[in-house]
């Protein structure tokens, strides 16, 4: 049974090998003359300006909470779809419990402000 998954644990094997080969190798046998200007980060062709590390607004975690409130929404809708009329009256009520939680997320999204275009 193990046997079978032998020439996908070679392949990986042979992979890893090669990834890191070329590395090691490009370490040793590369250039290496690090000046000022290249060990500078790299911004467009511009000086760098402010701090590399800033906060995200809010508002970007907010459409990131709308997003996966929809995109599960999506995902579980699916397989109900396809076997509706076999779960019956329990699987109607679990999919109203789920649409509920759905639409309180949506309504705190709503009072948070996530949904006004600006």
């Not at 079978?4 to 990986?12: G, Q, S, W």
């Not at 760098?48 to 975690?61: D, E, M, S, T, Y």
């Not at 909470?65 to 076999?86: N, S, T």
């Not at 309180?104 to 948070?112: A, D, N, P």
């Amino acid at each position: 049974m193990l046997i079978d998954y032998l020439p996908i644990l070679t392949l990986f094997l042979v992979a890893m090998f090669i990834a890191i080969f070329v590395i090691v190798l490009s370490r040793y046998l590369g250039p290496q003359r690090p000046n000022r200007r290249k060990l500078m980060p790299y911004e467009s062709g511009m000086e760098p300006i402010g701090p590399a590390q800033r906060r995200f607004p809010v508002k970007f975690n907010l459409v990131a909470m709308l997003f996966i409130l929809f995109d599960v929404e999506i995902i579980f809708l699916f397989p109900y779809a396809l076997v509706y009329r076999q779960l019956g009256i329990p699987g109607l009520a679990a999919m109203g419990v789920f649409f509920v939680v759905l639409v309180i997320g949506l309504i705190y999204e709503w009072r948070r402000g996530a949904l006004r275009w600006e």
